[in-house]
């Protein structure tokens, strides 16, 4: 069997279509169908339907497909792997980080990374939403994590770690008090995230390091850090903030830092990779840049 025919169909079969396999592998539409017929012809087997608007897979592709893609994932991992012993990096690296600090702190050492190295393409989402490394065909997500994190099958790289307070204007502090317990919280107005963090509940820290789950009453969820706190300052109850980003706003008074039994969590910001075999040399590389970088801030 021919590796790169075998390689063109498995192409067609990830990407959904001849066109855009042709653009994923960099090489003509007429060579994609040409190599996938001449595939088809040496298994005496129909690999994929298709037609002017829909393609898919046949009993026989879909089943080959299942054989072939790992290897082909394998085969390419082991030439990428190679070429990096040789000094250089290559092939492609899907990545998903948060928006807004994505953009605000790694921007330009991901802008270096990739112009640092001509062999490496990368494909860089940018969402506070939680997302599946595994069913966003994912290599990376650079996530932001309070509390325990859930068991699963996927490797977790802790990068940095961020002191967390919970904070409030002072028109709701006049209203409501200064809480001095976590517990008072369930009981008053709260802004909370809508699907980042596992939305609610907020996570506290004891004295012996164990982690508290608290549900709190919200009617404002958002998934921004700049939405939570401006939701703050406009005194739509309280906030569980990282206080690197909320500094500005406590040292102004705009915002009060309370002083509770339980400290608040920490915010963790991990790499998460779908399972080991997707730590490649490119991509663990890249990880170690994000990772100097986020250390870097907290120095300064």
Not at 43 to 65: F, W
Not at 118 to 142: E, G, H, K, Q, Y
């Amino acid at each position: 069997m021919n590796l790169d025919y075998l390689k063109v169909f498995v192409a067609i079969a990830k990407q959904g279509s001849i066109l855009a396999a042709s653009k994923a592998l960099d090489i003509p539409k007429s060579t994609v169908a040409r190599h996938l017929d001449q595939l088809e012809k040496q298994l005496s087997h129909q690999l994929v339907l298709r037609n002017t608007r829909h393609l898919r897979l046949t009993a026989e592709g879909q089943r080959l497909y299942h054989l072939a893609g790992d290897i082909i994932g394998d085969l390419e991992e082991v030439e990428h792997e190679m070429k990096g012993r040789n000094g250089g990096l290559s092939g492609r690296i899907t990545v998903a980080i948060p928006s807004e600090f994505g953009v605000k702190w790694l921007n330009e050492s991901i802008a270096d990374f990739v112009a640092d190295h001509p062999d490496i393409a990368i494909d860089c989402i940018t969402s506070m939403a939680p997302l599946d490394p595994v069913r966003r065909d994912v290599d990376v997500s650079i996530c932001y994590h309070r509390g325990k994190l859930s068991d699963s099958g996927m490797v977790v790289r802790p990068l940095v770690s961020m002191r967390s307070a919970v904070v409030a204007a002072p028109s709701v502090i006049a209203e409501h008090g200064r809480p001095a317990s976590v517990q008072e919280l369930s009981h008053l107005p709260c802004i909370s995230t809508l699907t980042a963090l596992q939305a609610n509940p907020w996570h506290f820290v004891d004295a012996e390091g164990r982690t508290t789950a608290l549900d709190v009453p919200t009617r404002y969820r958002v998934d921004s850090s700049l939405m939570l706190i401006a939701g703050a300052r406009a005194g739509i109850g309280f906030a569980i903030i990282p206080y690197e980003f909320c500094a500005e706003s406590v040292e102004a008074g705009e915002l009060i830092e309370l002083d509770l039994d339980l400290k608040p969590a920490p915010l963790e910001i991990v790499a998460i990779h779908p399972d080991r075999k997707s730590i490649s040399t490119r991509t663990r590389a890249f990880v170690d840049i994000v990772e100097k970088q986020l250390r870097a801030r907290q120095d300064l």
